[in-house]
C-alpha cells in the first residue's frame, strides 16, 4: 500500500500550528502511525492507531482521519518539534509501509 | 529504559555479506517481534524484515525475500540480520526496532540509533 505525504517541506514559525496529510493507496482500517525523526537521531513513535498518542508524548501532538485520509497536527510549534515526519500503515499485514516523509521546518 | 544498540554496518563490495546485530536491553525480551527498517540516503523509510518474539516467524519485504536472513538469541537478548549478495541499493543506515507486540510488523515503539551500511565497488 502506497503511502502519499504532504506537502514535502512545511515552513511554520514557532507557537504556531502545522498540519500534515497522509494518504493511504486503500482504506488501512485506521492502521496508520506517525514518528518524528531528528537528523541523527532515532526515530520516535508519535501517534498509533491513528489517534492515540504513544507514552510520554505532548498533547500538542494529535493525530486524525479514516479511511484513506489522515493528519497530524502539532499545535504551539516548539524548536525541538522541527525534524522529519512520517506515517505508516501496518494494516497490510507483515508488509507495512511508510510514507515519503514530511519536513518540517521554521 | 529499553535500549536498542545496533551494531555490525560498514563497507562492503556487490555481491558480499555481512551480519547486523542488535542487542535489547530494559524489556521482556523474549515477549516483543524485532523489526529492522533501513534509510537510504536521501530516501524515507523502509520495512525490511521482522522476527517474532519466539523466533519462529521470520518475515521480509520482497526485495530482501531469499538474500537477508533475521534471527534472534533470546538467551543474549539479541537480533542478527544475516545480510549476503548485497547490492549498491541496499545501502542505507539499518535500524532495529522493538514492535509493541510479540507477532510484529505494527507499530515500532522503541529505535536504536542505527548501523551504518554501504554496498559500493
Known amino acids: 500500500i502506497v503511502m502519499t505525504q504532504s506537502p514535502a517541506t512545511l515552513s511554520v514559525s514557532l507557537g504556531e500550528r502545522a498540519t500534515l496529510s497522509c494518504r493511504a493507496g486503500?482504506?488501512?482500517?485506521?492502521?496508520v502511525a506517525w514518528y518524528q525523526h531528528r537528523p541523527g537521531q532515532a526515530p520516535r513513535l508519535l501517534i498509533y492507531a491513528t489517534s492515540t498518542r504513544a507514552t510520554g508524548v505532548p498533547a500538542r501532538f494529535s493525530g486524525g482521519g479514516s479511511g484513506t485520509e489522515f493528519t497530524l497536527t502539532i499545535n504551539s510549534l516548539q524548536s525541538e518539534d522541527f525534524a522529519v515526519y512520517y506515517c505508516?500503515?501496518?494494516?497490510?499485514?507483515?508488509?507495512?509501509?511508510f510514507g515519503q516523509g514530511t519536513k518540517l521546518e521554521i | 529504559e529499553v535500549q536498542l544498540v545496533e551494531s555490525g554496518g560498514g563497507f562492503v563490495q556487490p555481491g558480499g555479506s555481512l551480519r547486523l546485530s542488535c542487542a535489547a536491553s530494559g524489556f521482556s525480551f523474549f515477549n516483543y517481534a524485532i523489526n529492522w527498517v533501513r534509510q537510504a540516503p536521501g530516501r524515507g523509510l523502509e520495512w525490511v524484515s521482522v522476527i517474532s518474539g519466539s523466533g519462529d516467524s521470520p518475515y521480509y519485504t520482497d526485495s530482501v525475500r531469499g538474500r537477508f536472513t533475521i534471527s534472534r538469541d533470546n538467551s543474549r537478548n539479541t537480533v542478527y540480520l544475516h545480510m549476503t549478495s548485497l547490492r549498491v541499493e541496499d545501502t542505507a543506515v539499518y535500524y532495529c526496532?522493538?514492535?509493541?507486540?510479540?507477532?510484529?510488523?505494527?507499530?515500532?515503539?522503541?529505535w536504536g540509533q542505527g548501523t551504518l551500511v554501504t554496498v559500493s565497488s
Open positions: 526496532a522493538k514492535d509493541p507486540t510479540s507477532v510484529g510488523a505494527t507499530y515500532p515503539d522503541f
Open positions: 505508516q500503515q501496518y494494516d497490510d499485514w507483515p508488509q507495512n509501509t
Open positions: 486503500q482504506s488501512v482500517s485506521g492502521k
